[in-house]
């Protein structure tokens, strides 16, 4: 079964704190994505990356930097949490597009609070 | 970046009835994809649609893509209270990386 995990599913962190939200996938996906999710908002992509080592800014990647030293494990890190940083964090895998849209799968998301 | 917008925004209705949520974008649609999500986890696949003027049925689930590319629309017959959840419409980019635009989502209800 497909499987997209993240480590922590609920964190409370300082404001200024360093903030690491892990995801793995087993599927051998070569593209992973870390969204964030805001009522009224949507998802918003974050930061991508399609191979080991290498990353592309979403469309909100201020405050936000990312790790792919290998291929099956994908990290957002804040590097100095603030409050309007409390959101719910999804983390996705896929392999390359096709025409016909494959799947993107999620991991169940890990909900930061920014105190 | 392609917006999605995506109405209406709230959608509280009792068992039985039918309802249908719009997604519509100003440019073109390279495809457009479904999903629905329950509290508590992330956004599950429904169905991707590609070719303008496709229908496509899941279930009680009918999806339609707007001949232009334009637009989607998801229609649920005669909904159930497990049929409550956040609907959400999501574009794929052209390149291989295949990032997903998501609109605002629907958060539908269906009363007992």
């Known amino acids: 079964d497909v499987k997209v995990t993240q480590s922590s599913r609920y964190l409370v962190k300082r404001t200024g704190e360093k903030v690491f939200l892990e995801c793995v996938q087993d599927m051998d996906h070569e593209n992973m994505f870390w969204y964030r999710q805001d009522p009224g908002l949507g998802l918003r992509l974050i930061y991508f990356?399609?191979?080991?080592?290498?990353?592309e800014k979403g469309d909100i990647p201020e405050g936000y930097s990312v790790s792919r030293e290998k291929k099956e494990r994908f990290s957002l890190i804040l590097e100095s949490a603030s409050t309007n940083q409390t959101s719910m964090y999804l983390c996705?895998?896929?392999?390359?597009?096709?025409?016909?849209?494959?799947?993107?799968?999620f991991g169940e998301g890990s909900w930061l609070t920014v105190v | 970046t392609q917006l999605l917008e995506q109405s209406p925004q709230f959608l509280s209705i009792q068992e039985g009835e039918n309802l249908t949520v719009y997604c519509n974008s100003s440019s073109v649609f390279s495809s457009l994809q479904w999903y629905r999500q329950e509290p508590g986890e992330g956004p599950v696949l429904l169905v991707t649609?590609?070719?303008?003027?496709e229908v496509k049925k899941l279930k009680r689930l009918t999806f339609q893509f707007g001949d232009a590319r334009k637009d989607s629309s998801l229609h649920i017959t005669a909904a159930q209270p497990g049929d409550t959840g956040l609907y959400l419409c999501a574009s794929r980019g052209g390149t291989s990386y295949g990032k997903l635009t998501f609109g605002q989502g629907t958060i539908l209800t269906v009363h007992p």
């Open positions: 990356s399609y191979d080991v080592k290498m990353k």
């Open positions: 996705a895998s896929s392999p390359p597009l096709t025409l016909s849209g494959n799947t993107i799968y």
């Open positions: 649609v590609v070719t303008g003027g």
